[in-house]
C-alpha cells in the first residue's frame, strides 16, 4: 500500500471527531497539484491510498459500508486543491475493478453519485470549471465512458459537461472506434454526446443498417429531422429496381464486418422505410421507390381479391385501383400488364387508353381487343378520375349471387344522416321506443399503407324499424362537433339502450382513435353486447349436428349459423370516404348493422326453447386494470405477473371438446419463436411475427383470421381485455419451448398423433402435400437435372416477383376492419402467368454444389428435405441435417435448418393457399398434382427436388412434396426424435406410414 497519511481526530467539513482511523488520510496531507499537458493529476501513490480502502468496503456491500465509501471520497476530496477533484475522480474510476465489466451498480457509478452531490454542495464559478474542464480532460472522461456501463456514461457526460456545444474536440475519439469496425459502440457514444451533425450516413447509420442493428438506427436518428430525410431517401434509392447494393458495400471506405444481405433485400428494406416514415411522420415524396413498390403491392392485392377470390365486386375494384394508382405513370403502366397477365386484355385495352399510355408496346391480343371495342377511345384520363370507369358494369356484370342473406328492410327505412335534424331524428326513434336496441357497426377507408392514417366515415345505427347511416365525414365540422359529441353521450352512456356489435371494441377503439374528442364518452359506455363472444357462448351450450369452427367465427359464419344463408362481403372493402356512397355499399352498410338485431333474436329465442342457462348480456371484456406495456419488463416481474394467481383463474377457463393440432389456428408473440415453431412441428396452424412487428399485430390476426394470440408478461395484461378468455394464454416466457408447447396443448385441450407431427411444412405452415414414390422421385430428380443444365427455366413475367412480397397484404390502420371474413394479410398468390418466386440461395450453381457432395451418415435418416440449408452450409456441400445433429436435444427447433427470413417470405404465401384449399385440417394429400415434365405440383409451385441429394434416393422410398412451396421432405430417425421429444402429449405411436415407433 502506497504511503499512509498522518491521521487526526477533526473530520473535515463538518465530520465528527474522531470517526477517522489511522489508515485513512485527513486534509492535513495537502499534496501540490502538478500540471502536465493541460490537466492537472496527482502522484499514483497518493491516489491508491483512497482506492484500496474503498474497494475493501465495496466488497462488503453493506449499507454502512456505502455511507463510509462516501465519507472517504468527502475526505479525499478536501484533502486537495479544488483543481484536482475531477482528475482525482477520474482516476479513482480509472483504476477501480470493476468499471469496464459494464454492471448497472459499480464502485465508479457509486462514486460518481457521491462526485455530483459534492459538486452541488460546493459549486465553483463558470470561469474556474471552464479553466479545469479542459479539453485533454474530457477527453479522457469519454474515453472512460465509452468503456464503461451506459449509467456510468450518463454522469459522466453531465458531470465533465461532455454534452456541450463546444464538444467536437471528441469526433477523433469516435473515428477511432471507427476505425477498429465499433460501429454500435459509436453509434453509443454519439448519441449520449449529441454528435450526430459530424457523420455521415456511411459513418454510423448505413454500417448498422447493413449489421442489421435497426434498433440502434433508430435511435441515433430520433431527434435528426435531416438525418432521418436523408436516411430515408438512402433506403429507398436501395430499392430502386436493377440497384446493386452489393457494389455500394464494396465501394465503401470503411469495411463492415458481419454484413446481413438477407435482410438487405428490397422487402425488408421496404419494411423499414415505412417503419421509419411512420415513426418520424416523414412525407412519402422521399422515398417513391418503396411508394411504387406498395402501390403495386396493393394493386396485386385487389387483382387477387377479384381475380382469384372472386370476393371482390367490380365497380370496388375499380374504385379502390383509381384511388391507389393516382397520376403514377410506373404503376399505371404495371396496371395494364396485371390486366394482360390475368387474361383480361379488354380490361387492358380499355385502362392503357384511359390513361394516355403508348398502346404500341401492347401484345397484339390487346391490339385486337382495342380495335373491337370501338368504345374504348371513349373514356378519357379525366374520365376514370371521376370514376367513369364504373359505366363499365354496364357491359360486363358480376354474375348474380341471390343465396345470399338479403336486408329485410325497404330502401326507404335506409336513411343516410349528414345534417344535425336527421341525427336528432335518429336519437328519437331511439329514446322514444321501449325496450330500446340498436346494432351499432362502423366502416373506413381501407389504408394500403401505415403511413396513411384511416378515419371511420360511416357509423351505422339499426333500429328493428330503420338503418341511420351516419355520414361522420359531413358531420364532424367545428361547429357541429359539440352536437355530434352529445349524441354519443346519450347514446353509449345509456343504460336503457341496449347496444349489439360484433367484435364491437375495435370499432369503438376506432372511434375514438378517429376522433379523440369521443374517447372520454366510450370509456364510460354502458351495456354494450358483443354479439361474437355471446354467439360462441350458444352455439358451445347448444347441441349442433354439423360443428362450428368456433375459433374463426366471423359475421358472416354466424349468419349462416342461425340463417343459413352467408353475408355478400364483395362491398367490404371499399372507399367509405367518397361521395355519395353507392346503392351497393348503402345496403351492405344497413345489413351489417340490422343484421345484429336478427342474430340476437334468433340467439334469444334459441337459449328460450332449449332451456339454456345463458347471460344474454355477457360483459365484452374484463374489467382488470391494464398493465403498462412497458419496453423491458424484468423477469422477476414477469414471472410475478404470471403468477399463481392468473394461473389459477386460466385453469377456471372452460375447455371446449378436444381437438387436433390441424384444428387450431394460433399467432405466437415475437418473443416466443421458438414455441411457435414447436408449435408447427406438432401440426399447428401457427403465424409467427416478426421482431419488429408491434404485439398488437396479433389482436388483429385474431380479429381477422380468429387466431388465438400466445404471448407473455405485460403484453398479455394489454391484449387480455380486448380477447375472449379462451382465445388468449400467458405463456410462462422462462420456460423451455417444449414444457411451453404442453401447456399450450393442454389449454386448447388438443391431442396430437403421430400423423400430426410434420403435418404442416416447418417453412411455409402450409399442410396440403403430394406423395411421391421412389421411381417418381427419381425421375423427377433426373428431369430437374436435364432443365438446369439446359438452364430452361420458365420465364419471369414483366412484373418483379418481389413487388408482390414487398405487400403485406392490406395494413389496416384501424382494429377490427375485417372481423368476419378468412382474410389473410400475408403474401398472396401471384397472376397464372407469374413465376413463383425462388430463395436467393437455391440458385443453379448451389444446387449442383449440394448435388455433388455425398450424402453423410445423418443425411440419408433425416425427416427435414435438404432443400433447406443456409447459404453457407450450401457452398461447404453440407446439409441441414448436420446442424441438427449438433442440436440440445432437450431444446430442438424443428425449423432451425431455415432462416427466419425463408419461413416469412414462403410461409406468409403458403397460409393463405393452405387455408383456401383445406381450412384447418390437419394435412391434405393431392393426388395428380405433379407435373412430371415441367417438375411442378398444382402447375405453378416449382418442385425443388435439385437439392435432394441423389444418395438419398437409395435410402428413402417415400418423400412428401409441399404444394404450397415445393419443399420435400422425408422421414427418417429425424422424426422419430421428434416424435420421442413430444411422447408426454402424442395418443399413440404409430407414423402417418403405419409403422410403429421405437420408444
Sequence with gaps: MAEECPSSSQGPQGDTPGEATAAIPTNRWVPQPKKKD?????????????????????????????????????????????????????????????????????????????????????????EVKSSILTPELRSLAFHLAASSHSNVFDFLSRIYNLQGPDNSFLVSRVNIMLARQQF????????????????????????????????????????????????????????????????????????????????????????????????????????????????????????HKRYIEGSMARDVFEELVISTVGDNKSVQEELVDLFVGYNDPQAAARWAVSYGLDTSQLPEFVHREL???????????????????????????????????????????????????GLQECLDEITNMPDSIVGIDMEWRPSFTPTKIAKVALCQIATPNTAYLLDMVALWTPENKADVISFFTQL?????????????????????????????????????????????????????????????????????????????KRDRISDWEKRPLRPAQVQYAALDAFCLLEIYQHLKEKVSRLGLELNMEPSRFSKTKKVKNKTKVKAKAVRTMEGPSIWKKIDQVERGPPISPGQLAVVCDN????????????????????????????????????????????PFYSLRTRVPEDQIMPVEAHKKARFQVQEVLNFFNVVVTPEDIFSRCQVCNGNIYVKVSNPEMRRLWQRKQELIAKQARPAVASYEDEDLDDFDGMIISGVGDYDDDDYEEEELPRAPQAKWGTYSWNSHENSHAANSQQPSSSQTDMTQELSLPTSAAVQQGQSASTELAAEDEADFDPASVCTREDTLVVGEKGDAAASSAAGHSPVVYLENAVDYEKVLVQGSVQLLVDVVPSGILDQVELFFCCATCGKVFWEGKHFEHVCSQFSHVLSHSTDRQGRELKA
Excluded at 358483443?530 to 351450450?541: A, T
Design 38 to 126: 493541460g490537466i492537472y493529476s496527482l502522484d499514483k501513490p497518493k491516489f491508491e491510498t483512497w482506492l484500496e480502502p474503498m474497494e475493501e468496503l465495496w466488497e462488503d456491500q453493506q449499507q454502512k459500508a456505502k455511507v463510509e465509501i462516501i465519507q472517504l471520497l468527502r475526505r479525499a476530496l478536501s484533502s486537495v486543491d479544488p483543481r484536482l477533484h475531477y482528475a482525482l475522480v477520474l482516476d479513482l474510476l480509472d483504476h477501480s475493478r470493476d468499471l469496464r465489466k459494464k454492471k448497472p451498480e459499480t464502485l465508479g457509478l457509486y462514486i460518481l453519485r457521491g462526485f455530483e452531490a459534492w459538486l452541488k454542495a460546493n459549486p465553483l464559478s463558470a
Design 184 to 303: 454500435k459502440e459509436a453509434a453509443t457514444c454519439v448519441i449520449k454526446v449529441h454528435l450526430q451533425d459530424h457523420f455521415s450516413l456511411e459513418d454510423i447509420c448505413l454500417p448498422l443498417i447493413f449489421q442489421d442493428k435497426v434498433n440502434m438506427v433508430e435511435k441515433y436518428v430520433q431527434h435528426q429531422p435531416e438525418l432521418q430525410k436523408a436516411l430515408v431517401r438512402q433506403l429507398d434509392a436501395f430499392c430502386e429496381q436493377g440497384y446493386d447494393i452489393d457494389s455500394f458495400i464494396r465501394d465503401m471506405r470503411i469495411s463492415i464486418p458481419g454484413v446481413r444481405m438477407d435482410k438487405l433485400r428490397r422487402r425488408h428494406l421496404t419494411k423499414l422505410i415505412l417503419r421509419l416514415v411512420k415513426m418520424f411522420k416523414l412525407d412519402m415524396a422521399l422515398c417513391p421507390n418503396t411508394a411504387r413498390s406498395k402501390d403495386l403491392g396493393a394493386i396485386k392485392f385487389l387483382f
Design 371 to 421: 380495335q373491337n371495342d370501338t368504345g374504348a377511345n371513349q373514356n378519357s384520363e379525366s374520365d376514370m378520375a371521376d370514376g367513369g370507369g364504373e359505366n363499365w358494369d354496364e357491359e360486363i356484370q358480376d354474375e348474380p349471387t341471390p343465396d345470399f342473406y338479403p336486408l329485410h328492410l325497404a330502401d326507404e327505412r335506409v336513411l343516410l344522416v349528414s345534417t344535425l335534424d
Design 492 to 568: 353509449l352512456q345509456s343504460e336503457e339502450i341496449l347496444k349489439l356489435g360484433f367484435e364491437i371494441s375495435g370499432d369503438y377503439q376506432m372511434l375514438g382513435r378517429s376522433f379523440p374528442e369521443l374517447q372520454p364518452v366510450l370509456k364510460e359506455e354502458k351495456r354494450t353486447v358483443d354479439l361474437h363472444v355471446l354467439g360462441k357462448q350458444v352455439i358451445q351450450k347448444a347441441p349442433q349436428s354439423t360443428p362450428v369452427q368456433l375459433n374463426c367465427l366471423g359475421l358472416t359464419d354466424l349468419v349462416f349459423y342461425c340463417f343459413g344463408q352467408r353475408l355478400d
Design 671 to 714: 418473443m416466443l419463436q421458438g414455441l411457435g415453431r414447436h408449435l408447427r412441428s406438432c401440426g399447428v396452424d401457427v403465424k409467427i411475427l416478426d421482431n419488429n412487428d408491434e404485439h398488437d399485430k396479433a389482436l388483429e390476426l385474431h380479429r381477422l383470421e380468429g387466431r388465438a394470440i400466445l404471448t407473455a408478461g405485460a
